[in-house]
């Protein structure tokens, strides 16, 4: 699979609203599939490719892909390896590519988040280095 971060768009061949049949025949069955009750009365179905470092997450009456989870090395956004990069080095991108808002946050586990809000994406870090990307349509 291309780990190919698409903001807004997807990761690689997989876009946002596919519904849960389309992704997986491209990726085949995932590792774990685990259904979410929300409060709201909707289901939430999480696919979770173990091997590739992803988490894909679904909902809706015909569930369709919403947000995605990577964690994985070989994830690239604007061409960078960004798992390389620390956390000035991926503002700076991401700046560059013309995203410029960001909030910062240290959560109460111990990561630091920064969102870039037009972009609808949150990078996790752990002392200095990214441990996961959260992204959605």
Wanted: glycine letters at 8%.
């Amino acid at each position: 699979m291309k780990l190919n971060i698409e903001i807004k768009k997807g990761l690689g061949d997989i876009h946002f609203d596919m519904p849960i049949e389309d992704v997986v025949s491209i990726l085949g069955e995932a590792t774990e599939v685990e259904s979410i009750d929300n409060a709201i009365d909707e289901i939430t179905t999480v696919l979770h490719y173990n091997d590739d470092g992803v988490t894909l997450f679904f909902e809706g009456p015909t569930p369709t892909l919403q947000c995605i989870d990577i964690s994985c090395d070989e994830a690239t956004l604007f061409g960078e390896h960004i798992f390389d990069l620390g956390e000035k080095d991926l503002v700076k991108l991401l700046i560059k590519n013309n995203y410029c808002a960001q909030d910062i946050e240290n959560e109460d586990w111990g990561e630091r988040r920064i969102s870039f809000n037009e972009g609808n994406i949150d990078f996790f870090f752990e002392n200095d280095v990214l441990m996961s990307v959260v992204y959605g349509r």
